[in-house]
């Protein structure tokens, strides 16, 4: 029998654990290590979701796994108002890879960075109207909350007032097309603003957005959009917040999204990749607004805010990126990934649209390619069956989309490891087929 039948365990999970979310795998991790995590039976399996599309440099990376030691034999917490050289030394690292933004608050969660930074904008503007995409995904706290639209709003009572939102541009199901029937993003844009300035009652102050929308189904927001949002932002005074949870320190091939376009936020979130796994957050914005919100006495105190042990993890982040070229590694491994899914694209009917950039790409799977009628089901199939061939992919289903799956392995993977996950991709999507 297998060890990860454990009754006592389960018999303890399933009496005691609160469920939050999606039924947990019937697996127990006993412990993971780079690419792989390894279950009860000590079956290696391969993660390409990066843990919580967090752990960019794999499981138990050595350099990590030194600097905790370090850290914890000497200091890992302090009162919120002492300072020490690990969180200077990080702010200063972020600041310089990010001209510009040169004012870094150290949280813990991602929610917790966008909670700061729409508390931010909102006093630095005198607005309190937040825009947002329908397919976002910024947290699951009060005004976080309030800006997440692809689950979780039902039963909560109501959002925080002026919360606004506009859809996100779909390349694969475009809403307004040009005559050769691609998408037409500024017209859809001009419309969505429209509505806004119907909407708003004058206090607009910031959009929320993420580059690519991870759990909206990997939108990427296409070239020039950022650049025509961030004008429609400073036509009607608001701040634009670039939520670089999951796409930021490497990940898409920059060392953030925004890099790409060349266009600068007003106000930066950081989180998820940043700690590589361990929880670590940042705020980063301007002299000028941080001197305003200064100014005007924001505040913004957390229990773990400013803590040295996650800042000295995001250090070694840092490093370990620097040293190893893991941003024009992201870009190499992205490619070949892609291309093993743009084949699979090729081979596979069910699969509808392959996108999104560097180690950050979605698998859209659908009942009908040239309907595009969502493949549900099927999706889940392929899931279940991708792990028990060993590799772990996680699926998003939303409303008018088909299931993706968002592929994100550690931006240490190696091309062996790409070719093993394309493999069982493969074979799982084949058996589903036959199945259904």
């Given at each position: 029998m297998s060890l990860n039948a454990d009754p006592a365990f389960w018999a303890a999970a399933n009496t005691h654990l609160t469920r939050y979310g999606p039924d947990f795998e019937t697996l127990i991790v006993e412990r993971a290590q780079g690419s792989f995590v390894y279950d009860a039976d000590d079956r290696a399996i391969l993660d390409f979701t990066s843990g919580q599309m967090s752990a960019v440099l794999g499981h138990t990376h050595p350099d990590i796994v030194a600097t905790v030691d370090r850290q914890m034999r000497s200091v890992a917490h302090l009162f919120s108002g002492m300072l020490s050289r690990p969180v200077v030394d990080l702010a200063s690292r972020l600041a310089a890879l990010a001209p510009g933004l040169d004012r870094v608050q150290l949280l813990t969660t991602g929610a917790e960075s966008n909670e700061a930074a729409i508390r931010m904008a909102k006093l630095v503007t005198g607005g309190h109207e937040i825009v947002a995409f329908a397919q976002s995904w910024h947290g699951m706290t009060g005004a976080a909350a309030s800006a997440t639209y692809s689950a979780g709003r039902k039963g909560y009572g109501p959002a925080a007032a002026g919360s606004f939102v506009i859809p996100a541009p779909n390349s694969y199901r475009p809403r307004f097309t040009h005559p050769d029937g691609s998408n037409d993003w500024q017209a859809e844009l001009d419309d969505a603003f429209a509505l806004v300035d119907s909407q708003s009652t004058g206090n607009l102050?910031?959009?929320?957005?993420?580059?690519?929308?991870?759990?909206?189904?990997?939108?990427?927001?296409?070239?020039?959009?950022?650049?025509?949002?961030?004008?429609?932002?400073?036509?009607?005074?608001?701040?634009?917040?670039?939520?670089?949870?999951?796409?930021?320190?490497?990940?898409?091939?920059?060392?953030?999204?925004?890099?790409?376009?060349?266009?600068?936020?007003?106000?930066?979130?950081?989180?998820?990749?940043?700690?590589?796994?361990?929880?670590?957050?940042?705020?980063?914005?301007?002299?000028?607004?941080?001197?305003?919100?200064?100014?005007?006495?924001?505040?913004?105190?957390?229990?773990?805010v400013s803590d040295p042990l996650p800042a000295a993890v995001g250090v070694t982040v840092l490093d370990v990126v620097e040293r190893d070229g893991l941003v024009?590694?992201?870009?190499?491994?992205?490619?070949?990934?892609?291309?093993?899914?743009?084949?699979?694209?090729?081979?596979?009917?069910?699969?509808?649209?392959?996108?999104?950039?560097?180690?950050?790409?979605?698998?859209?799977?659908?009942?009908?390619?040239?309907?595009?009628?969502?493949?549900?089901?099927?999706?889940?199939?392929i899931m279940e069956e991708a792990m028990r061939r060993g590799l772990s992919m996680n699926i998003v289903k939303l409303p008018g989309m088909g299931g993706v799956f968002r592929i994100a392995p550690p931006l240490t993977v190696s091309d062996a490891e790409i070719d093993r996950g394309l493999e069982i991709m493969s074979d799982s999507i084949g058996a589903a087929v036959a199945a259904h």
């Open positions: 102050a910031a959009f929320i957005a993420e580059p690519i929308l991870s759990s909206g189904g990997i939108l990427e927001l296409p070239p020039g959009y950022l650049a025509a949002l961030k004008r429609k932002c400073e036509e009607r005074g608001m701040l634009l917040i670039l939520d670089e949870a999951q796409t930021g320190i490497a990940r898409t091939g920059d060392m953030f999204a925004f890099q790409r376009d060349g266009v600068t936020p007003d106000i930066m979130t950081l989180s998820k990749t940043l700690g590589a796994g361990l929880p670590l957050a940042a705020v980063m914005t301007t002299q000028a607004i941080e001197q305003k919100a200064h100014e005007r006495g924001f505040l913004f105190y957390t229990t773990h024009a590694q992201a870009t190499a491994r992205g490619d070949r990934l892609k291309s093993g899914l743009l084949s699979l694209q090729q081979k596979y009917d069910c699969v509808g649209d392959v996108r999104g950039r560097g180690l950050l790409l979605g698998l859209e799977i659908v009942a009908d390619r040239q309907t595009k009628a969502p493949g549900f089901e099927l999706g889940a199939a």
